[in-house]
């Protein structure tokens, strides 16, 4: 799961003096309504005042480690980030140097090749699973849940589920295969709802440890292994919460690896976090602490992607969604937090909070998406039925 892609930045302060510091981030900060020192849920009271030169200097990284650190309090950070995504603060900021060797690594690399695929989504996965068994819903769906007609979490992954099985048309006796399957909260699910046979893979051996354990006795087979790997045909190909580790310049060996493993009549489901506009690197704070080498694709790069070797079926945002899912996360990571926090230490919880509620701001503001695309090899006989 790749949570938000924010642009890198650095406010230039310019000849200004040192205490002219906190006029200037007040002023940048005033079209977002958000006051240094103010009263209100949303604004910033800094308790350090080394803050505001820190922040002009190393924008959003600063921004970030100077919270972890608590040399700044917010008592509602997710209205704080909707604020600033909605005031859209980006537009009037500059990249700092920094991001040019990020820009330039990414143009000369592949972050996301098979020798530094447990990097990218290893890293963030293999953390202890009672974390994610404290936050998540009692499948640990850990990707954006459906929330049309649920009324808490558990529904709203359920209803997720069932709508992706809805989509791809699942019947009884069908092969799926479930490229990032996680914990094999999908694979469970289907395999247990629609009796068919299912293929997840991971690259995380805490997910497959326990996903495994999880779906014992079922007709799911849960495996440690890289997308690039696998060759075999399936009736059906589903990917939740995944590509956004996947790196652009492997989106079209990607897809190419679906076409090859699909039957010529199958359906494969996308669902995946998306930027409105086509991004080289990931915010760096993000890249840093959550999703190392990770990517969130645009519209442009997930058409590109797929150009000449699909029929785009359906394209379903339910992107505001994802602000409750990361509610009712944060909501569990804090009734839980007695239970677990033997094993993190307090600049984590800081760290895994600012991480969860800034992701909600930034779907809050609609400027992260979340998306199911539904792709055909030659297109649906008579057409493909939409479902919500």
């Known amino acids: 799961m790749s949570i938000a892609s924010k ?19 007040q002023e940048f900060l005033e079209p977002a309504d958000v006051l240094l020192n ?66 330039l690594r990414a143009k000369l690399t592949n972050l996301q090749s098979r020798s530094k695929v447990v990097n990218v989504g290893g890293t963030h996965y293999n953390r202890t699973s009672e974390l994610y068994q404290t936050m998540l819903d009692k499948r640990m769906a850990y990707s954006g849940a459906y929330w049309k007609t649920a009324t808490n979490l558990d529904e709203a992954q359920e209803a997720k589920m069932d709508l992706i099985c809805k989509k791809i048309m699942l019947k009884p006796g069908m092969r799926i295969l479930d490229i990032g399957c996680g914990w094999g909260s999908f694979a469970k699910y289907a395999a247990e709802n629609y009796d068919v046979e299912v293929v997840g893979i991971t690259v995380s051996e805490e997910q497959h440890k326990l996903g495994s354990e999880m ?16 060759d075999e045909q399936f009736d059906r190909i589903v990917s939740v919460g995944m590509f956004e580790h996947v790196g652009a310049k492997n989106y079209r060996t990607f897809m190419k690896s679906v076409k090859r493993n699909l039957v010529p009549d199958g359906l494969f489901l996308l669902h995946t976090i998306g930027a409105n506009t086509t991004n080289k690197v990931i915010d760096p704070w993000f890249n840093k602490y959550i999703f190392p080498d990770s990517l969130t694709p645009s519209p442009q790069q997930v058409s590109e992607a797929a150009e000449g070797l699909f029929v785009m079926e359906d394209w379903h945002n339910f992107g505001s969604d994802y602000d409750k899912t990361l509610m009712a996360w ?10 677990i926090k033997s094993q993190f230490d307090e600049r984590f919880y800081r760290m895994w909070r600012y991480y969860l509620l800034s992701s909600a701001g930034s779907f809050r503001a609609r400027s992260s998406q979340l998306w199911q695309i539904i792709f ?10 939409s479902v919500r």
């Open 7 to 25: 642009s890198t930045f650095t406010i230039s302060s310019g000849q200004s003096k040192p205490n002219r510091y906190s006029e200037i981030l």
């Open 38 to 103: 103010g009263g209100r849920a949303w604004d910033i009271r800094v308790h350090n005042d080394g803050f505001y030169s820190k922040i002009l200097a190393g924008g959003s990284l600063a921004f970030g480690e100077t919270y972890m650190d608590g040399w700044w309090e917010c008592e509602a950070l997710d209205e704080l980030f909707y604020k600033l995504h909605r005031a859209m603060l980006k537009n009037r900021i500059k990249r700092p140097n920094k991001s040019l060797w990020s820009l």
């Open 215 to 230: 779906c014992e006795g079922l007709p799911v087979e849960l495996r440690l292994q890289d997308y690039r790997e696998i």
């Open 330 to 339: 944060h909501a569990n990571f804090l009734n839980g937090w007695e239970t």
């Open 376 to 385: 055909s090899i030659s297109g649906v006989n008579g057409g493909y039925e």
